[in-house]
């Protein structure tokens, strides 16, 4: 089936890659990194306070990634478009891949599509991003080196009324190897509250980029979620990311990690 033309000029591009030349074994996904919304879809029928909040984007994550790829030297592929036009981090037979609604809002630029406009956001956005990612680690593997998939999110503080407590929480199912080494390392650290599959659980099945590139290639992999509001401005980002820079590196360089899951 033939998709419609979805991105026009001056739309962003569907991913960036930051550090694209960076050496070490670790390549950091973020596909809710992004905002931005297709011209042709308008506003998706969504005020701009809407837009901006926790439903289209994981808020304080793309500055996050860029100093972790920074200080780690590693490549980082960020996904470009809001999560509400097709969510990079769903399985495209998943309900939710183009939402209806989100944490109770309706999404009115969501509704009725037909298999054309489905395809033509999956064809442009979707796939080239995880293009993308797929291209980044394979060329890894393909100059020997077995890296680790770190994917990174931010979760809002308070969810159906619920103040939500922990920090960081790391989402992880069948690979013990990276996830179980940095939740102890970072409850090591002073004032710290981790969870381990909080407040997502990675056993849920649920999400699908750490499953189609880390588990599929039997690589060590981890999805890190940080709380929204420590991350909200450049303070909290190099205050937060700091405290995963004092334990990845020395997590990071177990050479389990390294090697392919038997
Ligand atoms: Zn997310």
Redesign the pocket.
Known sequence: MASETLLLPGDPAPYSVLNPGGRAPLVIIC??AGRAIPQVLGDLGLPPAVRDQHIAW?IG?ARTAATLARELDAPAVLAGYS?LVIDC?RRLDDPTSIAQESDRIPIPGNRGLDPAQRAARADEIFRPYHGAVAATLDAKLAAGQVPVLLSL???TPVMNGFRRPWHFGVLWNRDPRLPVPLMAALAQLPDVCVGDNEPYSGRDEHGYSVVAHGEVRRLAHALI?IRQDLISDDDGVALWAGKLLQVLPAVLADSALHRLRE
């Open positions: 596909d809710h994981d994550i999560r981090n999110h931010s979760f979620e």
